[in-house]
């Protein structure tokens, strides 16, 4: 709806250009016709002229109320209403003079507006269409009364400006046309720059309430921690609920751990933030450990490719979002996760599986934005704070069905950067 509502704004908005220049043009015309008669006391057509000129009038009146209307303006209509000021200006040329008019040039006007606006194959159609009224009219047209231009080099100068003109059309027709393109490529970029940083504000709004909460968060957690351990004790003639307690008391332990990372500090260099180790013992080790925190999961794990044995920094965050994403996974299929890794010389490719209900196409494209989440009481932060930390990486994540049923999340990153070296 959105975009709808640009695109209508937009077409109505170069329109209401165009019929600002037409009101323009009744004016000039009007007064070259009055001094051309009256001052000069040239013979021409008038009554011919002055009923094109009537006839533009009436097409600024019906293009003012075509505005009025809450109909989209289309690229077609738009262009339609370009031919038809060629075509006024081609009438008024030929009832003054043709090829010899100094207003000749004019024709490039509507050929500019069309390259600059209108899509390429526009454009073309109309350098191609301005080309072919100028031909026409070298061989048909009303003569000024000008005797001089019966001369053989006032004739080689009206054939130069006829090929001047095509000259002019074709390199606005391709070079205003990539001026045009590298404008609105600029202005995407732009747009793309704004919309990541307003997701990196977010990030670091979450990155300072995350501190808080971890600060905030210890003591109760030691607290409990004491009490799970005491209560083990107290109760370890009791096999069943002493197994239960303990395994209260490994959560508690790994939520402390994970903690006291989050309250380290900032702003370190990423080579001082984890260790080095292959990227395939690294992935196993996530795994292991992610795996451990979820008893009674079935986690199938395949690993291949050439790039396996290369030597990675063991980034933090990179295991924070890689541990997000497991634990969507197993949200979603609590016993059974499918994990395939491919790496490559160049890149890492994770997919990670489940047996749920899949992902409708709506679901997959907005994945990874704040706040959003398939799940009733979800909060929508995991997988947009892995897709952030991914994409920092010069990765991707996309989620999307299978085919044998489940979801899969396909995880992508450049080895470049967390390389540093090649194990040969």
Same mark, same amino acid.
């Not at 989209?72 to 009438?91: K, M, Y």
């Not at 000749?104 to 209108?118: E, F, K, R, Y």
């Not at 609920?241 to 500090?265: D, N, P």
């Not at 994540?397 to 090649?422: K, M, N, Q």
């Given at each position: 709806?959105?975009?709808?509502?640009?695109?209508?704004?937009?077409?109505?908005?170069?329109?209401?250009?165009?019929?600002?220049?037409?009101?323009?043009?009744?004016?000039? $015309?009007?007064?070259?016709?009055?001094?051309?008669?009256?001052?000069?006391?040239?013979?021409?057509?008038?009554?011919?002229?002055?009923?094109?000129?009537?006839?533009?009038?009436?097409?600024?009146?019906?293009?003012?109320?075509?505005?009025?209307?809450?109909?989209?303006?289309?690229?077609?209509?738009? %262009?339609? $209403?370009?031919?038809?000021?060629? /075509?006024?200006?081609?009438?008024?040329?030929? +009832?003054?003079?043709?090829?010899?008019?100094?207003?000749?040039?004019?024709?490039?006007?509507?050929?500019?507006?069309?390259?600059?606006?209108? @899509?390429?194959?526009?454009?073309? !159609?109309?350098?191609?269409?301005?080309?072919?009224?100028?031909?026409?009219?070298?061989?048909?047209?009303?003569?000024?009364?000008?005797?001089?231009?019966?001369?053989?080099?006032?004739?080689?100068?009206?054939?130069?400006?006829?090929?001047?003109?095509?000259?002019?059309?074709?390199?606005?027709?391709?070079?205003?046309?990539?001026?045009?393109?590298?404008?609105?490529?600029?202005?995407?970029?732009?747009?793309?720059?704004?919309?990541?940083?307003?997701?990196?504000?977010?990030?670091?709004?979450?990155?300072?309430?995350?501190?808080?909460?971890?600060?905030?968060?210890?003591? @109760?957690?030691?607290?409990?921690?004491?009490?799970?351990?005491?209560?083990?004790?107290?109760?370890?003639?009791?096999?069943?609920?002493?197994? *239960?307690?303990?395994?209260?008391?490994?959560?508690?332990?790994?939520?402390?751990?994970?903690?006291?990372?989050?309250?380290?500090?900032?702003? $370190?260099?990423? /080579?001082?933030?984890?260790? $080095?180790?292959?990227?395939?013992?690294?992935?196993?080790?996530?795994?292991?450990?992610?795996?451990?925190?979820?008893?009674?999961?079935?986690?199938? %794990?395949? !690993?291949?490719? *050439?790039?396996?044995?290369?030597?990675?920094?063991?980034?933090?965050?990179?295991?924070?979002?890689?541990?997000?994403?497991?634990?969507?996974?197993?949200?979603?299929?609590?016993?059974?996760?499918?994990?395939?890794?491919?790496? !490559?010389?160049?890149?890492?490719?994770?997919?990670?599986?489940?047996?749920?209900?899949?992902?409708?196409?709506?679901?997959?494209?907005?994945?990874?934005?704040? +706040?959003?989440?398939?799940?009733?009481?979800?909060?929508?932060?995991?997988?947009?704070?892995?897709?952030?930390?991914?994409?920092?990486?010069?990765?991707?994540?996309?989620?999307?069905?299978?085919?044998?049923?489940?979801?899969?999340?396909?995880?992508?990153?450049?080895?470049?950067?967390?390389?540093? *070296?090649?194990?040969?």
């Amino acid at each position: 709806m959105h975009s709808t509502n640009h695109d209508m704004s937009h077409g109505a908005l170069n329109l209401q250009r165009v019929l600002l220049l037409r009101g323009m043009a009744v004016i000039g $015309q009007g007064m070259t016709i009055a001094v051309v008669t009256i001052i000069l006391g040239w013979h021409i057509p008038i009554w011919h002229l002055a009923a094109v000129v009537a006839v533009e009038i009436l097409l600024i009146i019906a293009t003012t109320v075509r505005l009025t209307a809450s109909r989209p303006i289309s690229n077609r209509e738009f %262009f339609t $209403q370009l031919l038809a000021d060629v /075509a006024i200006l081609v009438a008024l040329l030929y +009832f003054s003079g043709g090829p010899t008019n100094p207003f000749i040039a004019l024709l490039l006007l509507p050929l500019v507006i069309a390259v600059a606006t209108l @899509p390429k194959i526009y454009g073309w !159609s109309m350098a191609a269409i301005t080309v072919m009224c100028y031909s026409g009219l070298m061989a048909f047209y009303v003569p000024l009364p000008l005797h001089a231009l019966a001369t053989y080099e006032m004739k080689l100068h009206i054939w130069g400006m006829w090929f001047e003109f095509i000259i002019i059309a074709g390199a606005i027709s391709y070079f205003v046309k990539r001026m045009s393109d590298s404008l609105q490529e600029r202005d995407q970029a732009i747009a793309h720059a704004r919309e990541e940083k307003l997701m990196m504000d977010r990030v670091v709004d979450l990155g300072a309430l995350a501190a808080g909460v971890a600060h905030e968060l210890g003591t @109760p957690l030691a607290t409990m921690t004491i009490i799970t351990k005491d209560l083990q004790q107290d109760y370890k003639e009791t096999p069943n609920l002493s197994e *239960s307690l303990g395994i209260l008391y490994e959560q508690l332990q790994r939520c402390k751990r994970i903690l006291s990372t989050m309250s380290a500090s900032a702003g $370190q260099l990423q /080579a001082s933030s984890g260790c $080095q180790l292959r990227i395939e013992e690294y992935l196993h080790n996530i795994i292991t450990e992610w795996g451990d925190g979820r008893p009674g999961i079935h986690v199938e %794990f395949h !690993s291949d490719g *050439s790039g396996s044995a290369a030597k990675i920094v063991a980034e933090h965050t990179l295991t924070q979002a890689l541990t997000n994403i497991f634990n969507n996974a197993a949200d979603e299929s609590p016993d059974y996760v499918e994990i395939d890794v491919h790496c !490559s010389d160049h890149d890492v490719v994770i997919d990670v599986c489940d047996l749920g209900r899949g992902v409708t196409p709506e679901i997959a494209r907005d994945a990874g934005q704040p +706040f959003f989440s398939k799940k009733e009481d979800g909060l929508g932060l995991g997988l947009f704070l892995a897709t952030t930390i991914i994409n920092r990486l010069g990765g991707s994540v996309a989620l999307f069905s299978r085919r044998e049923g489940g979801s899969c999340t396909r995880v992508v990153f450049p080895l470049t950067s967390l390389l540093i *070296s090649t194990n040969n």
